[in-house]
Protein backbone atom coordinates (compact mmCIF):
# COMPACT_ATOMS: atom_id res chain seq x y z
CA UNK A 1 0.00 0.00 0.00
CA UNK A 2 1.14 3.18 -0.93
CA UNK A 3 1.99 6.02 1.75
CA UNK A 4 0.24 8.88 -0.24
CA UNK A 5 -3.23 7.40 -1.92
CA UNK A 6 -4.88 10.10 -4.39
CA UNK A 7 -7.90 9.07 -6.55
CA UNK A 8 -6.58 8.30 -9.91
CA UNK A 9 -8.77 11.27 -11.76
CA UNK A 10 -11.47 13.47 -10.55
CA UNK A 11 -13.64 16.04 -12.94
CA UNK A 12 -15.51 19.25 -12.95
CA UNK A 13 -17.25 21.93 -15.34
CA UNK A 14 -15.75 25.27 -15.87
CA UNK A 15 -16.27 27.25 -13.10
CA UNK A 16 -16.70 24.80 -10.16
CA UNK A 17 -15.05 23.70 -7.52
CA UNK A 18 -13.25 20.24 -6.97
CA UNK A 19 -11.13 18.55 -4.00
CA UNK A 20 -8.52 16.08 -4.38
CA UNK A 21 -7.59 13.90 -1.34
CA UNK A 22 -4.06 12.90 -0.57
CA UNK A 23 -4.49 9.73 2.32
CA UNK A 24 -1.66 9.81 4.22
CA UNK A 25 -1.14 6.16 5.43
CA UNK A 26 1.83 6.15 7.93
CA UNK A 27 2.93 8.30 10.42
CA UNK A 28 6.12 8.53 9.55
CA UNK A 29 4.93 11.77 7.90
CA UNK A 30 6.71 14.77 9.06
CA UNK A 31 3.57 16.94 10.68
CA UNK A 32 2.28 20.00 8.62
CA UNK A 33 4.26 18.88 5.54
CA UNK A 34 1.97 17.97 2.88
CA UNK A 35 2.94 19.26 -0.75
CA UNK A 36 0.95 20.00 -3.92
CA UNK A 37 2.34 20.10 -7.51
CA UNK A 38 0.94 20.82 -11.05
CA UNK A 39 1.81 18.82 -13.87
CA UNK A 40 0.63 20.14 -17.20
CA UNK A 41 1.03 18.11 -20.37
CA UNK A 42 4.41 17.85 -21.36
CA UNK A 43 6.33 19.95 -18.49
CA UNK A 44 7.69 19.75 -15.35
CA UNK A 45 5.76 19.46 -12.02
CA UNK A 46 5.37 23.06 -10.78
CA UNK A 47 5.18 23.65 -6.56
CA UNK A 48 0.97 24.88 -6.05
CA UNK A 49 0.57 24.15 -2.08
CA UNK A 50 3.61 23.52 0.70
CA UNK A 51 3.27 22.51 4.36
CA UNK A 52 -0.53 21.36 3.81
CA UNK A 53 -1.93 24.77 3.21
CA UNK A 54 0.49 27.56 2.10
CA UNK A 55 0.85 29.29 -1.37
CA UNK A 56 4.01 30.24 -2.73
CA UNK A 57 3.93 33.81 -4.23
CA UNK A 58 2.49 33.83 -7.76
CA UNK A 59 0.09 30.75 -7.00
CA UNK A 60 -3.58 32.31 -7.42
CA UNK A 61 -6.13 31.93 -4.15
CA UNK A 62 -7.95 29.60 -6.25
CA UNK A 63 -6.03 26.88 -5.13
CA UNK A 64 -5.63 26.05 -1.54
CA UNK A 65 -4.71 23.25 0.72
CA UNK A 66 -5.90 21.95 3.66
CA UNK A 67 -5.60 18.87 6.49
CA UNK A 68 -8.38 16.64 7.94
CA UNK A 69 -6.83 13.79 9.78
CA UNK A 70 -4.92 12.27 8.27
CA UNK A 71 -5.41 13.26 4.75
CA UNK A 72 -4.40 16.45 2.93
CA UNK A 73 -6.89 17.98 0.32
CA UNK A 74 -6.01 20.22 -2.51
CA UNK A 75 -9.13 22.75 -3.53
CA UNK A 76 -9.44 24.48 -6.51
CA UNK A 77 -12.39 26.90 -7.16
CA UNK A 78 -12.98 28.71 -10.45
CA UNK A 79 -11.78 26.10 -12.53
CA UNK A 80 -10.33 26.52 -16.03
CA UNK A 81 -9.97 24.52 -19.09
CA UNK A 82 -6.05 25.71 -18.25
CA UNK A 83 -6.53 23.81 -14.99
CA UNK A 84 -6.44 20.36 -16.91
CA UNK A 85 -3.23 18.75 -15.27
CA UNK A 86 -1.87 15.72 -13.21
CA UNK A 87 -1.74 16.49 -9.42
CA UNK A 88 0.46 15.31 -7.24
CA UNK A 89 0.78 15.19 -3.23
CA UNK A 90 4.59 14.95 -2.06
CA UNK A 91 6.07 14.69 1.39
CA UNK A 92 9.37 13.45 3.10
CA UNK A 93 9.07 11.11 5.64
CA UNK A 94 9.80 12.32 9.62
CA UNK A 95 13.23 11.83 9.09
CA UNK A 96 13.50 13.73 6.46
CA UNK A 97 15.18 11.20 4.38
CA UNK A 98 13.31 9.63 2.06
CA UNK A 99 10.90 11.57 -0.48
CA UNK A 100 7.74 10.13 -1.47
CA UNK A 101 4.64 11.23 -3.94
CA UNK A 102 1.21 10.06 -4.18
CA UNK A 103 0.33 8.47 -7.58
CA UNK A 104 -1.23 11.53 -8.85
CA UNK A 105 -4.95 12.37 -9.98
CA UNK A 106 -5.69 13.55 -13.43
CA UNK A 107 -7.99 16.58 -13.38
CA UNK A 108 -9.99 17.19 -15.81
CA UNK A 109 -12.42 20.05 -16.82
CA UNK A 110 -15.29 18.99 -18.57
CA UNK B 1 15.41 34.28 -10.91
CA UNK B 2 16.09 30.59 -9.77
CA UNK B 3 16.67 28.55 -12.70
CA UNK B 4 17.79 24.69 -13.17
CA UNK B 5 18.57 23.46 -16.54
CA UNK B 6 19.43 19.82 -17.54
CA UNK B 7 21.23 18.71 -20.04
CA UNK B 8 20.06 17.14 -22.99
CA UNK B 9 18.33 13.89 -24.08
CA UNK B 10 20.23 10.69 -24.04
CA UNK B 11 19.91 7.47 -25.66
CA UNK B 12 21.87 4.33 -24.17
CA UNK B 13 21.71 0.47 -24.75
CA UNK B 14 20.76 -1.78 -21.77
CA UNK B 15 23.86 -2.27 -19.28
CA UNK B 16 25.53 1.12 -20.28
CA UNK B 17 25.46 4.29 -17.67
CA UNK B 18 24.01 7.49 -17.94
CA UNK B 19 24.80 11.13 -16.48
CA UNK B 20 22.47 13.57 -16.26
CA UNK B 21 23.69 17.56 -15.37
CA UNK B 22 21.44 20.09 -13.67
CA UNK B 23 22.86 23.73 -13.76
CA UNK B 24 21.84 26.44 -11.21
CA UNK B 25 21.57 30.13 -11.10
CA UNK B 26 19.92 32.82 -9.46
CA UNK B 27 20.93 31.81 -6.30
CA UNK B 28 23.59 30.19 -3.13
CA UNK B 29 23.92 27.03 -4.97
CA UNK B 30 25.13 25.29 -2.27
CA UNK B 31 22.45 26.71 0.47
CA UNK B 32 19.69 24.19 -1.30
CA UNK B 33 19.35 20.38 -1.14
CA UNK B 34 19.08 19.01 -4.82
CA UNK B 35 16.63 16.23 -4.93
CA UNK B 36 16.25 13.82 -8.25
CA UNK B 37 12.84 13.10 -9.20
CA UNK B 38 12.28 10.38 -12.73
CA UNK B 39 9.04 10.45 -14.73
CA UNK B 40 8.15 6.59 -16.81
CA UNK B 41 6.01 7.35 -19.86
CA UNK B 42 2.63 7.82 -18.74
CA UNK B 43 3.71 7.24 -15.28
CA UNK B 44 3.66 8.95 -12.29
CA UNK B 45 6.51 10.79 -10.38
CA UNK B 46 9.36 9.08 -8.55
CA UNK B 47 11.78 9.99 -5.91
CA UNK B 48 15.30 9.27 -6.32
CA UNK B 49 17.15 11.03 -3.83
CA UNK B 50 18.46 13.92 -2.59
CA UNK B 51 22.17 15.41 -2.06
CA UNK B 52 23.55 18.30 -0.03
CA UNK B 53 25.25 20.09 -2.47
CA UNK B 54 27.58 22.02 0.85
CA UNK B 55 28.53 18.71 2.21
CA UNK B 56 28.49 16.01 -0.52
CA UNK B 57 26.51 14.17 1.92
CA UNK B 58 23.66 12.27 -0.36
CA UNK B 59 20.43 10.01 0.42
CA UNK B 60 19.47 7.55 -2.01
CA UNK B 61 16.13 5.56 -2.24
CA UNK B 62 15.94 2.00 -1.45
CA UNK B 63 15.26 0.58 -5.12
CA UNK B 64 18.16 2.21 -6.58
CA UNK B 65 20.86 2.29 -4.29
CA UNK B 66 24.04 0.59 -5.52
CA UNK B 67 22.72 1.91 -9.11
CA UNK B 68 22.89 5.43 -8.96
CA UNK B 69 25.19 7.96 -7.52
CA UNK B 70 24.74 12.01 -7.00
CA UNK B 71 27.62 14.42 -7.37
CA UNK B 72 27.85 18.24 -7.39
CA UNK B 73 30.68 20.54 -8.78
CA UNK B 74 30.55 23.47 -6.36
CA UNK B 75 32.92 25.26 -9.32
CA UNK B 76 30.29 25.70 -11.71
CA UNK B 77 27.46 25.39 -9.67
CA UNK B 78 25.76 22.13 -11.36
CA UNK B 79 24.69 18.99 -9.62
CA UNK B 80 25.07 15.64 -11.54
CA UNK B 81 22.58 12.35 -11.36
CA UNK B 82 24.39 8.91 -12.95
CA UNK B 83 22.44 5.95 -12.97
CA UNK B 84 24.28 2.61 -14.15
CA UNK B 85 23.10 -1.00 -14.70
CA UNK B 86 20.93 0.79 -17.15
CA UNK B 87 17.59 -1.30 -18.17
CA UNK B 88 14.70 -0.65 -20.68
CA UNK B 89 12.38 0.28 -17.32
CA UNK B 90 14.79 3.10 -16.72
CA UNK B 91 13.66 4.95 -19.63
CA UNK B 92 11.68 8.14 -18.26
CA UNK B 93 12.12 11.42 -17.72
CA UNK B 94 14.79 12.53 -15.19
CA UNK B 95 14.24 16.00 -13.06
CA UNK B 96 16.67 17.63 -10.80
CA UNK B 97 14.55 19.93 -8.17
CA UNK B 98 15.73 22.03 -5.72
CA UNK B 99 14.07 22.51 -1.67
CA UNK B 100 11.76 25.33 -1.06
CA UNK B 101 14.17 26.19 2.20
CA UNK B 102 17.64 27.10 2.40
CA UNK B 103 19.61 24.77 4.72
CA UNK B 104 17.39 22.16 5.55
CA UNK B 105 16.69 18.62 4.10
CA UNK B 106 13.20 20.46 2.42
CA UNK B 107 10.72 19.27 0.07
CA UNK B 108 10.56 20.31 -3.78
CA UNK B 109 10.08 24.09 -4.54
CA UNK B 110 11.51 24.59 -7.87
CA UNK B 111 11.86 22.20 -10.91
CA UNK B 112 14.48 21.92 -13.78
CA UNK B 113 13.03 20.98 -17.17
CA UNK B 114 13.55 17.42 -17.42
CA UNK B 115 16.06 15.07 -19.23
CA UNK B 116 14.82 12.12 -21.50
CA UNK B 117 16.72 9.38 -20.93
CA UNK B 118 15.69 6.78 -23.23
CA UNK B 119 17.45 2.57 -22.79
CA UNK B 120 16.89 0.66 -25.91
CA UNK B 121 18.86 -1.58 -27.77
Known amino acids: QSVLTQPPSVSAAPGQKVTISCSVNTSNIRNNYVFWYQQLPGTAPKLLIY???KRPSGIPDRFSGSKSGTSATLGITGLQTGDEADYYC???????????FGGGTKLTVL | QVQLVQSGAEVKKPGASVKVSCKASGYAFTAYYIHWVRQAPGQGLEWMGWINPNSGGTYYAQQFQGRVAMTRDTAINTAHMELSSLRSDDTAVYYCARARVRGLIDFIGQWGQGTLVTVSS
Open chain 1, 90 to 100: GTLDSGLRVGV
Open chain 1, 51 to 53: DYD
